[in-house]
């Protein structure tokens, strides 16, 4: 089973639409995001932060994808579900 919600923010300037994808699997959920053209999931790590897995290595890519937006989505994501 899979919802899907929209995270809008500003980041270093530019504005950016988001739609997150929720995975709920056996042990965890998982939130799936198309950040550059590259699909990251975020899911919850072993100390309960939130880490970013890219689905191929970011160094592979075309577009890099900025490091600092990706901890900034990840606390909009962890903000949007009530995690703390």
Known sequence: M???FTLK???KGKPHILYVE??????????RVVVADQEITFEPDEEGYVRAVAS????DQLH???IELL?????????H???S
């Open 22 to 31: 929720t995975l709920h699997q056996q042990f965890k959920t998982v939130y």
């Open 2 to 4: 899979s919802d899907t």
């Open 81 to 83: 579900i009530g995690m």
């Open 56 to 59: 191929k290595p970011l160094h």
């Open 64 to 66: 890099t994808v900025d």
């Open 9 to 11: 923010f500003e980041f």
């Open 71 to 79: 901890h900034h989505i990840a606390g909009l994501i962890v903000n």
